[in-house]
């Protein structure tokens, strides 16, 4: 099945990026990549209003190689201060 805009809770997308870059640059693809993610799911279905994007850059890699750090997580909320699972 696809994605659902009747679907409860809200659906945190998440950008990351790796070390390389400076701070600005690493801030914005970050957004940028969870931006694309939500473009995917809203031509699924996923209402927008459910979505909210978020960016972690060179601040907040992982440390654990380019392949890792350079990600996009979906967290599905049950509210807004109630995390359900995470994807």
């Not at 939500?38 to 699924?44: G, H, R, W």
């Not at 750090?69 to 201060?81: A, L, P, Q, S, Y």
């Amino acid at each position: 099945t696809g994605a659902r805009s009747s679907a409860p809770g809200i659906i945190e997308i998440t950008g990351h990026t790796c070390d390389l870059g400076s701070q600005g640059y690493n801030d914005g693809l970050a957004i940028k990549r969870a931006e694309a993610v939500s473009e995917i799911l809203a031509s699924a279905g996923m209402a927008r209003e459910k979505m909210r994007i978020t960016g972690k850059g060179k601040c907040c890699y992982a440390g654990k190689g380019r392949g890792l750090d350079r990600r996009v997580e979906i967290t599905i909320k049950e509210d807004i201060h109630s995390e359900k699972g995470s994807y």
